[in-house]
């Protein structure tokens, strides 16, 4: 079984349910869908680097969640290994992933109709940098929950707009760049779309001259009014009063159909591949081990050293903190590494107490 086939499943088995790039749906073509299969060959790729530079093999047995879970921590660590953590995390994501077309249904930004790219780029670079602001501090919960957010957003481009109909066949970077400008938009007068004379979806609706000029567009989605600039693209569907109006029908890669299968296709791989440039770069600027955490892959285990703090044993207090500080380093930087250590010292049952410290610490 080759990886990306092995991802395709673990895929599958762990979704509990699917949303589409519309909010509704089933298939290999849903937000839920593409979002895990980009974390999976994601979390694998960093933990393979990891067993690399820690100098050991990357013993990947099989695909559930388990397996990957076992070979990232690796065959000699101790303590719990369970995938539970790795499925709640990659939940907290996804939940996101409907929230976002029912709480911003109306928003073009968030799925960028409307040829809202500035904006909808903003809601990415700025969700972006909260991510990483999270995940340096330690806010994992936040940071997942914005990636759904983030992720869906991005996704959106590619099934929304005309990037594909274009032809290109690598996903747009400067949605990931603020430090690059949005190149090429057609501007709000230019006239984007043919009429669908049947008033549905049709082939080949983007007008020639568009896709000559290589102009990014993308369809408006009118939920309250069909009211859209003169001679633009809609989004189309039922839920589109605005596909009523000339230029009838829309250019959304959606769904598949049998007048879009290749564009719908390629939205779904350029989505994906997306996405996985996005992980990326909240890898690079966490650090493989923070990554896997805000992936849930971690232990989350606490050490505890109780010592007898009698003056008369100074001796082996002496040694206890040469063993403490002998563990500590032994851990520091691996996947073992305990997320808490406590000291508990006791002599006077009165004055009994206990300390919290990091590995950066000494008792």
Known sequence: MSPMVGVSLLALVLSG????????????STHVRMTESAVLQKVVEVCRAIAESEGRDFILTGYSAE???QACLGPT???????AKFKSALNEINEQHPLVDRDFADSPEHHFDSEEFVRGRGLITDGVASIKANVRKENFVAARETLGKVLHTLQDFYSHSNWVDLGYTQPYINLLRPDLPLENLADFKT???KDCTNGGFCPNSI????????KLTSGYMGIYTPAKPRGKCSHGGAADLSSLEIPRGGISKDELRADNVALHNAAVTLATTASLQLLDDI??????????????IARSSVLAFVIDTTRSMSDEIAEAKRIVNEIIDSKKGTQDEPSLYILVPFN?????GFSVFSSAKRP
Do not use: Q
Request: glycine share 16%.
């Open 67 to 69: 397996e990957i879970v």
């Open 348 to 352: 006077d049952p009165g004055k009994a």
């Open 17 to 28: 349910g699917s949303w589409a790039f519309v909010p509704t749906g089933d298939g290999p």
């Open 77 to 83: 660590a101790t303590g719990e290994v369970s995938a």
């Open 283 to 296: 890898r690079g600027a966490a650090g493989d081990k923070d990554f896997l955490r805000l992936m849930g």
């Open 191 to 193: 006239p984007t779309c």
């Open 207 to 214: 007008l020639p001259d568009i896709l000559n000029k290589k």
